[in-house]
């Protein structure tokens, strides 16, 4: 070195990285915001999904036989294995020979009611048919297909049975809706 050149810099660390780039650090934030952006929207989800299984399963009640009860702000519903419908709640009567209940269930609103029942008999389809073709009379619109038969009388808005008679092994299956309306239009 002569006199009077300058020297070089020396830098006082020379294995000191230099300084991360930004664009880096940047789409790194940006991929941690989202993800808990995601996690913060899952948690919420979950709270919302958990409180309305706490509320329903607080407003629902199974009795002793069985039978599942659900209170809700627009009405009961009450649903089960054993059969606790009767013939008034189901708008005609019951077909004597039945062996089993199947199943039934009932919901009231302030609209009104639907009920529905399931049951077995031993009778043959035709004998069933019969009866409820007795029961419900002349006004009763009668479908039969290959896979059973299906009986409906009353005003689709007001008061309407539904009776759908199956055959079912050596069993024959009877299927009752009756629906009821409070509105008067």
């Known amino acids: 070195m002569t006199a009077g050149a300058p020297m070089p810099p020396n830098p006082p660390y020379r294995n000191v990285p230099p300084p991360p780039t930004t664009t880096g650090?940047?789409?790194l934030k940006i991929v941690l915001i989202v993800i808990a952006a995601m996690v913060l929207i899952g948690v919420v989800v979950a709270g919302v999904i958990g409180i309305g299984v706490y509320k329903i399963?607080?407003?629902?009640?199974?009795?002793?036989?069985g039978n599942v009860s659900i209170t809700t702000p627009g009405g009961t519903i009450t649903a089960g294995q054993k059969n606790n419908i009767s013939p008034a709640?189901?708008?005609?009567?019951?077909?004597?020979?039945?062996i089993a209940g199947e199943g039934s269930m009932k919901m009231?609103?302030?609209?009104?009611?639907?009920?529905?029942?399931?049951?077995?008999?031993?009778?043959?389809?035709?004998?069933?048919?019969?009866?409820?073709?007795?029961?419900?009379g002349d006004k009763a619109s009668i479908v039969q297909t290959s896979n059973g038969t299906v009986l409906s009388e009353g005003e689709k808005n007001r008061d309407h049975i539904v009776i759908t008679i199956t055959p079912q092994g050596n069993s024959t299956k009877i299927a009752i809706v009756h629906v009821t309306s409070t509105k008067t239009e």
């Open 108 to 136: 009231k609103t302030p609209e009104g009611t639907m009920v529905t029942a399931v049951y077995l008999s031993s009778d043959p389809p035709d004998k069933v048919i019969a009866f409820y073709k007795e029961r419900l």
């Open 89 to 98: 709640d189901l708008g005609v009567d019951l077909y004597p020979a039945v």
């Open 25 to 27: 650090s940047t789409v």
């Open 57 to 65: 399963a607080k407003n629902a009640h199974k009795d002793s036989s």
